[in-house]
Structures are given as C-alpha cells and as structure tokens.
C-alpha cells in the first residue's frame, strides 16, 4: 500500500473513533474544526434572513395601515371607488358581482338610498335639513360674555356672566337675524305657499283686475315708527378710510343712497360709498382758497355745490369731474356766499345775502337772476311747495313765506318765543315746518295752519339750550333731528306724531362730541352726524329697510 492511501485510511479510523467517543482530541482536529465553523455561518445567515422578513413584515403592515388611514381622511385615492365597498374594506373576488344595493352612510346610519320606502317630498321637509358635522367641544367650551365690551349685548339678565359655547352660538345667531331681519328669501327650509282657488283666478284675470281699478301697483310699507325707545346701531365711521383734519360742516347722501359727500375747513372735498362696513373713499378733491362751510348736491344727483366765506364759490360736475369757480355775482358786492339752499327742482340756488338780502341765482347759467329783501338780516333759509315757495328767518324774529313765481312775500308772521331765527327746516311735502333759534328753542308748525293766521307752534322743543346749527326731518317725516354745535352731544331725534324725544339717543356708550352737521339717507336707512373732531359718524336705523 503507498503513503498516500494509509494517510487516507488513517484520517478515515481517527474521524470514525471521534465520533464515537466524543473526546476532547476529536473535537480538535482540523476536521472537525472545518464543521463547526460551517455551522455557525448558515446559522448566522438564517438568522439575518429572518430579520429581514420580520422587517419587510412589519414594512407592508405600516404600510396598508397608512393607505388605509388616508383612505378614510381623503377617499379611496389608491384604488378605483366601487359601489357597495366602503374605504378598508376587502374587495370583491374576480368574476364575483358586487351588490345591487349600498348604504349611504354620509347623512347617518339611518337613511338608505336605494329604497322604495322613502316617504314623500313633504313628509322630507317636515324632517328638517340635518347638520353635516356637529362640533362636541361646543358643549364643553365656556365664553365669558362680560369681559369683551362688545359681547356684552349678549346678556339676557344682568348678573349673567359665563354661558355655553352652544348657547354663544345661538344668541350669535339671534343678534345676527336682529340687525338683519330681512333674510327670509335664504331659508333653504321654507315652504312656498300652495296656490288656491281664489289666487289662480286672480292670476288668469291679474291684467284685467290691475287695470280696471286705480289701486297703487306697489303697496308701500305702513308700518309705524314707534316713540320712546329708538332701534339703531352704531357702525364704521362713514369717513373712516380718510378722516378730516378739520371740523366737518357739511355731510349728505347722494339721491342713490351709496354716495356721501363730506366737507370741512381742511379745504377737502371727498365722496365716500356707504356700504355700512368698509365705506370706501372714492375722490378727494383740494380747494385750494376756500376752507368750505357748506356742501350740497343738486337734487338730481348732477353737480356739488360748494362755499365758504368767499365773494365766489364752486360747482363740481360729477358727470365730467370737473370743478368750476363761480363769482363775484354781477351786481353785488357780497362778502360771503357761505350760506345757500337748493330748490327741490334743481333749479335755484338762494344765498343768504348783506342787508336782509336773498340773491336767487340759476343753476343752470349760474348767475343772478332775482333778489329777495327782508326787514332783518338774513339767517336761514328753507324751500317748499317743490320749490315754487321758500321761507326765511332771521334777526327780527319772523318767519316769511316768499312766491318765487312772483318774487313777492305772501306772508309773515312771528315766529312764537323767537329773538333770532337760526335755522329753519321744512318736511319732504312740506306740510310742517321747524324753526330753531339762539337760545335752543325748536318750535314745530303746520304749514297750512301758520299761513291760515294760526300762530301757536304744534310743539315747543326745549331739550336744547344753545343755537340751533342745523335741524332735519327725514324721509317720512316721522324723525326731526335737531343739533347744536356749541353743546356736547347736542343731538336730538324728535319722534314728530307724538313730539317726543327718544330717550336712549345718543346713549351712554356714544359720543357725539360737538355735532355740526347730519343727514338722512334718501331712505332713512342710515344716519351720519360730522363733529368738530374730523370724524363722521355712521348709524343704521332698523326701522327702515332701504338706505
């Protein structure tokens, strides 16, 4: 036998005994070293093969737990939506139909979509609209209604203090539906009326009834203004966006009811858009030598008028945004035009003039075209009778009724506790009259009565105790609001059926400071009031529904 063949024979006997003995030398021969270290490297492999499926594992759970969640947040945005499948839920198998029926569970767990039992339209409205989401931590949040200034209209009783955030929400709501009644045409709930017997004839003949009576075709609104207690609210200052730097003298609504004009003796003249929020400013405009003490519109909405204590004043065309110097007027040799009315017609403009003069001048060619002579100096002046008539006071103590057709005065009379007649004022039919004087007397006329010789005033207004500036009835005449430019919140709105003053104007919380100016809007909607501080103050009056 070679030596190669008994080495082989020898390594095969020494393996064999190691094996059956277990011995320590076994154990350390090469070949049993070579065995043990292949051993513990698949072991070493298995291991990291497992890990890694565990990770991979763990990897797609996350995984399908993140599809599924984004699923439920967002829609099936993974996978095509099925019918009858909701997000999460396993898809059907291949070749399986899927139902013909599903639940929408959007509205509740109670509604199906696919049935024959739904009930009819009505017995669905009677239902009411549910809410598509409810808030739980309403329930649960606290509002403290006491400590906001402005929350504290909220309170139904004096002592209260804390209320839910549901109930916050609700008395939100109401004081919402209370500043803004008129919103009925957006109640989504709201039955139409069903037509009957009576209207459908009414309609097949509406033509026919319509023009065989003289009724109006749009029933005006009848509803009283009530006194006392006046319903108003406060909002943004009308010239917010660009205050005065000088008292206002001059506030007043163009005929639209959206456009103001504001004047003062910062030489500015501006126009704002009344919209109650924000009251945007549309134009500026500097008159340079001329501090204004009184600005006007034209009654058909085409031209401002404006002066001060000048021989001349301007016109401002709103059509061609042009402005236009106007004066000395021929013939006279006037100081000041501060002072002037407006016809009704747009056809006359009236100074107040020297001597107890009133100089007439056309609107149209803006010259003099006639003159006016009273016994006293000249201090107020009102239009009436649509502009064929115009009163005036002044420094004698009477009022004068003048014909403008035939430039004569058709009468005078006293004008009842009077020294000097400040102001005067007349009602859009011109059926009352107010004068104001220095000592803060407002006395109130019938019209026909004073120029039928009945003297005494239908009422004697003595809430005020300086000169009366400026006093105006609004659109109806139901509101006379009298001001006093020398007293703090000298302001009043007088309630003229019954002539009494409404008790909770101006109020605590506001202040008018020293009023000068005020205006109605065309429908009696909005309220401004200029101060001497620059500012012009803007308020709705819920009675009316129409600015």
């Not at 401002?304 to 402005?323: C, M, P, T």
């Amino acid at each position: 036998m070679s030596l190669i063949s008994q080495n082989a024979v020898q390594k095969r006997r020494l393996e064999k005994a190691g094996a059956e003995d277990g011995s320590d030398e076994g154990a350390g021969s090469p070949v049993a070293l070579d065995a043990e270290v292949g051993k513990k490297a698949r072991s070493h492999h298995a291991g990291k093969r497992k890990k890694e499926q565990e990770l991979k594992a763990r990897q797609s759970e996350e995984a399908e737990e993140m599809k599924q969640l984004e699923n439920s947040l967002f829609g099936a945005i993974y996978a095509p939506p099925q019918f009858g499948t909701e997000v999460g839920a396993p898809l059907p198998a291949r070749g399986q139909d899927g139902p013909l029926f599903f639940m929408d569970r959007s509205a509740g767990d109670d509604l199906p979509v696919y049935e024959e039992d739904l009930g009819s339209d009505d017995e669905m409205v009677d239902k009411g609209r549910k809410p598509a989401w409810v808030d739980d931590e309403e329930d649960r949040t606290e509002v403290d209604i006491v400590k906001v200034a402005r929350l504290r209209k909220l309170r139904k009783e004096a002592d209260e203090r804390v209320i839910s955030g549901r109930e916050y929400e609700a008395r939100l709501r109401g004081q919402h539906a209370k500043l803004n009644p008129f919103t009925g045409w957006a109640d989504m709930d709201r039955k139409a009326p069903l037509p009957d017997a009576e209207s459908d004839e009414e309609e097949d003949g509406g033509v026919d009834n319509a023009l065989r009576n003289n009724d109006e075709l749009v029933v005006k609104g009848t509803a009283k203004l009530l006194p006392g207690m006046l319903d108003f609210s406060r909002l943004v200052n009308a010239n917010a966006q660009d205050p005065s730097s000088g008292p206002i003298n001059s506030v007043q609504f163009h005929r639209n009811g959206q456009l103001m004009l504001v004047a003062g003796l910062d030489k500015h003249l501006r126009f704002f858009q009344i919209d109650g929020r924000r009251n945007p400013k549309i134009q500026s405009i500097f008159i340079d030598d001329c501090p204004v003490h009184k600005a006007s519109f034209l009654p058909d909405g085409s031209e401002v008028i404006l002066s001060g204590r000048r021989k001349f004043f301007y016109s401002f065309d709103l059509v061609k945004a042009a402005v236009s110097k106007i004066g000395p007027l021929t013939g006279r040799e006037e100081k000041s035009l501060e002072s002037f009315e407006i016809s009704p017609d747009s056809k006359t403009i009236a100074f107040v003039g020297n001597e107890g003069y009133i100089l007439l001048v056309s609107t149209k060619t803006k010259q003099l075209i006639g003159t006016l002579k009273m016994n006293g100096n000249v201090r107020s002046l009102a239009f009436g009778d649509g502009g064929n008539q115009l009163l005036s006071s002044g420094g004698d103590g009477h009022v004068y009724h003048w014909d403008l057709r035939t430039r004569k005065c058709m009468h005078k009379a006293t004008d009842e506790g009077s020294l000097t007649g400040l102001s005067l004022c007349t009602s859009p039919d011109s059926s009352y009259f107010a004068t104001g004087s220095s000592s803060g007397i407002v006395n109130v006329y019938k019209r026909d009565e004073f120029l039928g010789g009945k003297r005494k005033p239908l009422k004697t207004i003595e809430n005020l105790t300086t000169d009366i500036g400026q006093m105006k009835f609004n659109h109806d005449a139901q509101i006379l609001a009298i001001c006093s430019g020398k007293e703090r919140n000298g302001m009043r709105l007088v309630h003229v059926p019954s002539f009494t003053v409404y008790q909770n104007w101006p109020g605590p919380r506001f202040s008018l400071q020293y009023p000068r100016c005020l205006d109605f809007s065309p429908g009696s909607g909005f309220l401004s009031v200029g101060h001497a501080g620059g500012k012009v103050l803007l308020y709705k009056l819920h009675h009316y529904q129409n600015a």
